[in-house]
């Protein structure tokens, strides 16, 4: 059996406009700005990707290459339901240009990993037809990975849409924490209660979560510290569908000496007693793992559950396990009746340890 999510292959320590190297500094906002993330299933304006580069992150050349052509791949794809633009730096275009559909808009934002859900920009709306981008202070996963550009990606992109980027005091990513853009948001207190990234209470940094997103109520569950680069980040294992219901990627048991299944058996148990910002109790629905997948590393990462919603379409992984993989589109295809389910081979974005979601962010239609 495969350890669950063991993402250690992450740890190798203007439109288009050219932006100067200098970091843009975050707008003081207070801590109830009006400003909420909100869920993804809105409709988008288009999605944000990261085009990988860094040799320090990935020393084999031509793993990067492969991880390049998966990328594009997935890129191509969500292009034909929504637009994609897609950051980096100009020395890489040319090269990228031959991988990627003319459909998919280059912007001169340079880039070191491909990872757009931790370090591009999240976008938060009023409720107005306010836009604005909220800073996270991403800082490599608790500084775990080189990051001197992927640090300043938000504020480059809020500069060339001319957007406010709104301060918070937090240090952490996206990906660690799901919101149904009604008031509640899940995570793991591993990748947020962490020193790592933050040093103050837990309660102060529920705080600075709800402010930052807009929302009412945070449901914790402890996820695990230290076996994988970003500490267990819930999007790779659980995310609400519609407010009021999750759904969970489940291994059919625990495992002895496998922590991974021992964690997800206890977020289980914590969706299942929990309540949302309306008093609701959580529906749970359950997508199985895969047993008998492609990739055979014990550090790939083979999360269903981490997919990306987008205007008219789920993105989804395939593995190999046609069973398994068969039974994920199903319940996905029922959990998002109205969007056409697409799965894809992305193993070469798995094996550098996320999945369709890491890979993506997106831009909510105001």
């Not at 990707?49 to 997935?74: C, G, H, N």
């Not at 280059?106 to 591009?120: A, F, N, Q, Y």
Request: with cysteine.
């Amino acid at each position: 059996m495969i350890d669950r999510r063991d993402m250690l292959k992450r740890t190798g320590f203007a439109a288009a406009g050219v932006l100067s190297g200098s970091r843009l500094v975050a707008k003081p906002a207070p801590a109830r700005d009006g400003f909420y993330v909100p869920a993804e299933t809105e409709p988008h304006e288009r999605c944000f990707m990261q085009w990988p580069v860094s040799r320090a992150v990935y020393p084999d050349w031509m793993f990067l290459l492969e991880v390049q052509k998966t990328i594009a791949r997935l890129a191509n794809s969500i292009v034909d339901f929504e637009p994609v633009v897609m950051l980096m730096d100009a020395r890489y275009q040319a090269r990228a240009k031959k991988m990627l559909s003319a459909q998919v808009k280059i912007w001169t934002v340079p880039t070191e990993d491909l990872w757009s859900r931790d370090s591009g920009p999240l976008f938060v709306v009023d409720g107005k037809g306010g836009l604005a981008i909220r800073s996270l202070n991403f800082n490599g996963w608790g500084d775990k990975q080189t990051h001197e550009n992927d640090a300043k990606i938000a504020g480059r992109v809020a500069e060339i849409l001319g957007l406010e980027l709104l301060a918070t005091d937090l240090v952490g990513e996206p990906g660690g924490v799901d919101t149904d853009g009604a008031g509640t948001l899940i995570a793991h207190e591993s990748s947020w209660v962490n020193r790592n990234r933050n040093s103050v209470s837990k309660a102060e940094i529920e705080a600075r979560l709800l402010a930052a997103y807009g929302a009412q109520k945070l449901i914790w569950a402890p996820g695990l510290v230290g076996l994988d680069i970003t500490d267990d980040h819930i999007d790779a294992l659980a995310r609400f569908t519609v407010p009021g219901q999750v759904v969970i990627q489940m291994p059919d048991r625990i495992y002895a000496g496998d922590p991974w299944s021992k964690s997800t058996y206890k977020t289980l148990d914590v969706l299942q007693n929990a309540t949302d910002a309306q008093g609701r109790k959580l529906g749970v629905e359950q997508i199985a793992d895969p047993l008998d997948i492609r990739m055979k590393a014990d550090d790939f990462v083979f999360a269903y559950v981490n997919y990306a919603v987008c205007n008219g379409a789920v993105f989804a992984a395939e593995f190999g396990d046609v069973p398994a993989d068969e039974a994920a589109r199903a319940k996905l295809s029922k959990l998002y009746p109205d969007r056409e389910i697409v799965t894809l081979n992305v193993d070469a974005i798995g094996e550098s340890g996320g999945g369709v979601h890491c890979a993506t962010q997106s831009q909510p239609l105001v």
